[in-house]
Structures are given as C-alpha cells and as structure tokens.
C-alpha cells in the first residue's frame, strides 16, 4: 500500500513561481512511476507530468512544457512539481499520483491507482 501527501499550494499572481511536494510513503519500488495530475472546477481530470521512481522517464502535458519541471528525491521520499510562470490557466487542485504498472499508460488518471488528497493552486490574474 502507497499513501501520498501533497503540499505547497497556495494563492499566487499571474507569473509567480510555486513547488508542489508529494511525499511518499509505503513500498515504492523502483519502477514505480509518479505523477502530477490536476482538475479545474467544471472540467475533467488532466495529466500534469509524471517522473519513474528510478529516475528518467519524464513527459509533460503541452500546457506545461518549459514551464514546469518534475522531479524526486529518493532519500526524501519526495517527488516535486516546479510551477514557474505561472497563469490563471493553471488554477486547479493537484493531485499526486503513483502506477505500479510498468505498461500502463503515463498520461492516464485510471492508470494510476494511489492518490494523494490534492492541494490548491489559485492564479490569479
């Protein structure tokens, strides 16, 4: 069992910087793959990022590339979320996410079967 507690969101300005945490704790193993997901209010579910436990493997949504970066700290249990450049756009809850299933699709919520409780970003314009 995986259990995943996000933090750092907030209430920021358009063009303002934020770092998502997600710490992990449980038996992550090293082909364990983690992501970012995020819902707006009114729409549905949207893939954010995701990062392998072991390093590597690393997409983005289009929405985000260059903006935001992933990343995890092994001895922390901790992976990240680097929001830079931030817009109205990206109001949303995040949502950590862990897949035990190497051949499952990355970019999918179904694929992904631990989740953390979600943490609000608001930008505002």
């Known amino acids: 069992q995986v259990q995943l507690v996000e933090s750092g969101g907030g209430l920021v300005q358009a063009g303002d910087s934020l770092r998502l945490s997600c710490v992990a704790s449980?038996?992550?193993?090293?082909?364990?793959?983690m992501g970012w997901f995020r819902q707006a209010p009114g729409k549905e579910r949207e893939f954010v990022a995701s990062v392998r436990w072991s390093g590597g493997g690393t997409y983005y949504a289009d929405s985000v590339q260059d903006r935001f970066t992933i990343s995890r700290d092994n001895a922390k249990n901790t992976v990240y979320l680097q929001m830079n450049s931030l817009k109205p756009e990206d109001t949303a809850v995040y949502y950590c996410a862990a897949k035990d299933l190497v051949r499952s699709s990355y970019n999918i919520g179904s694929s992904y079967p631990y989740w953390g409780q979600g943490t609000q970003v608001t930008v505002s314009s």
């Open positions: 449980g038996r992550i193993a090293s082909w364990y793959t």
